[in-house]
C-alpha cells in the first residue's frame, strides 16, 4: 500500500517547478503572441459576430415575458 494520502484534490506543483513550467511555455509560445491573426480568421471572427448581434436582435423583439416561438 501507499503511503500517500488519498484525495479529491488536485496536486499542487512547488513553485520552483510552476515557474520553470510558466519560462518553458512562454519560450515556446512567445513569439506566437506577436504574430499577425490570419485574415480569414479575422473574418470569420467578424461572421460569427454579426450572427450573434443578429440573434440577440431577434430575441429582444420577442414579447418581454420570453415567450417566443417555442
Do not use: C, F, N
Not at 420577442?62 to 415567450?67: A, E, F, L, Q, T
Amino acid at each position: 500500500m501507499s503511503d500517500k494520502k488519498e484525495t479529491s484534490e488536485r496536486p499542487v506543483l512547488e513553485p520552483p517547478i510552476q515557474a520553470h513550467l510558466g519560462d518553458q511555455l512562454k519560450k515556446l509560445y512567445g513569439s506566437i503572441l506577436s504574430e499577425p491573426i490570419p485574415e480569414k480568421l479575422t473574418m470569420l471572427l467578424d461572421q460569427l459576430e454579426k450572427a450573434e448581434r443578429k440573434e440577440r436582435e431577434g430575441q429582444s423583439e420577442r414579447s418581454p415575458d420570453g415567450g417566443g416561438d417555442q
